[in-house]
């Protein structure tokens, strides 16, 4: 299960199912680091689940893990309702995440210069050599 490239479509919240299935997701509830969101998805199941609780990961198109999927299968014998509770936390933690990498990325870079300009100095340095005065 991933989101959807339609997700793009005016806040619009898409998600894909492995057997191609795109549904639109209702949101229930949104704070600055989740969403909560409902998806009513038909699942066409072979043996009766009796009230089973199910967790999945989600996972973005690049195949990071984005949220959480909880399915409630309910006890229908031809098919299982299952009522989907997305806790997608990724939109403001991928972009913490993000800047926490550019930062050290910085500061990598930062101390690769500090460390290319101290290796010249060096070799200036010791190019210039030492004169020493003898006695005649």
């Known amino acids: 299960m991933t ?33 909560l969101l409902e998806v009513d998805y038909k699942a066409g199941c072979r043996y009766a689940i009796q009230n089973q609780l199910m967790s999945a990961p989600v996972f973005d198109l690049n195949g990071k893990v984005i949220g959480l999927v909880t399915s409630q299968c309910g006890t229908d014998k031809t098919k299982n309702d299952i009522k989907i509770g997305l806790l997608a936390s990724h939109a403001q933690k991928i972009r913490d995440d993000l800047l926490e990498e ?9 101390r690769s210069e500090e460390s290319k300009q101290h290796e010249e100095g060096a070799e200036t340095n010791s190019s210039a050599g030492t004169r020493f005065l003898l006695p005649k």
């Open 102 to 110: 550019s930062k050290k990325e910085m500061k990598v870079a930062e």
């Open 3 to 35: 989101s959807s490239r339609l997700s793009e479509e005016s806040g619009r919240i898409f998600v894909h199912f492995n057997d191609n299935t795109e549904l639109e997701a209702r949101r229930l509830v949104s704070a600055d680091r989740f969403t």
